[in-house]
């Protein structure tokens, strides 16, 4: 699977975006791009997934590069209780539903 | 809400003795995974079920072990508990085996304490 690189912390105003960067240069062509974030003590929850156009759900919107090297995670409107640690993970093609964590993105949305 | 059900929540067991942990997926997904969380540390893959066959592992040894039932539940037994054992325990399942762009859901797990 391709490796995934985060910056270890972000702060953001409440109500303000929050944009969280993810590398994955060396992403192969049928890997997918996922989100999920964790609160504390709790699981991981899914947030969004994509391959190559940008995606937009209820929670939040995924914008990857023409290139794919890189990807956004943006939550358009942070509160309170985005708080959490956000991991960018590269599902490849062999993997199943083996999900490699790294270290996330720990965002702090502050009043 | 992501429909899996993990049992217990929490639970405190000695060193050297066994643990079984209880899964119930989401319903109509037929692959349950089990992933161990250390404290401060990210996720980590344990195993994968399909259809009631083991079909994925990491780097776990073999007192990990596990059991998919025909209604999809699963069951991760650890042996020989160590302290290193203390964790997050996070099942997760989705549908089919593993196309990608299925959509994987985690239980909120069960805290393992060995003393």
């Known amino acids: 699977d391709a490796k995934t690189t985060q910056p270890p912390s972000m702060d953001c105003a409440e109500g303000r975006a929050a944009n969280l960067p993810c590398n994955h240069s060396?992403?192969?062509?049928?890997?997918?791009v996922y989100w999920y974030r964790q609160i504390h003590s709790q699981g991981p929850q899914y947030i969004i997934h994509?391959?190559?156009n940008n995606e937009t759900n209820e929670m939040a919107s995924l914008i990857i590069t023409e290139d794919r090297k890189s990807s956004t995670l943006i939550l358009p409107h942070a509160t309170l209780r985005d708080t959490a640690v956000y991991y960018c993970?590269?599902?490849?093609?062999?993997?199943?539903?083996?999900?490699?964590f790294g270290g996330g993105t720990r965002l702090m949305v502050k009043p | 809400e992501t429909g899996v059900t993990q049992s217990p929540t929490h639970l405190i067991k000695t060193r050297g003795q066994q643990v079984t942990l209880r899964c119930s997926s989401q319903?109509?997904?037929?692959?349950v995974s089990w992933y161990q969380q250390a404290l401060g540390q990210g996720p980590q893959f344990i195993f994968q079920?399909?259809?009631?066959?083991?079909?994925g592992r990491g780097n776990f040894p073999p007192r990990f072990s596990g059991l998919q039932f025909p209604n999809y539940s699963s069951e991760l037994n650890v042996n020989a508990l160590e302290l290193d054992d203390s964790a997050l325990y996070l099942c997760?399942?989705?549908?089919?085996?593993?196309?990608?762009?299925?959509?994987?859901?985690f239980g909120e797990g069960s805290w393992l304490t060995v003393v």
């Open positions: 079920y399909y259809r009631e066959e083991e079909n």
């Open positions: 993970i590269v599902r490849g093609r062999n993997a199943g539903n083996m999900l490699t």
């Open positions: 060396t992403i192969s062509g049928n890997e997918y």
């Open positions: 319903s109509g997904h037929n692959t």
């Open positions: 994509g391959l190559k």
């Open positions: 997760a399942s989705s549908l089919d085996g593993g196309p990608l762009g299925n959509t994987i859901y």
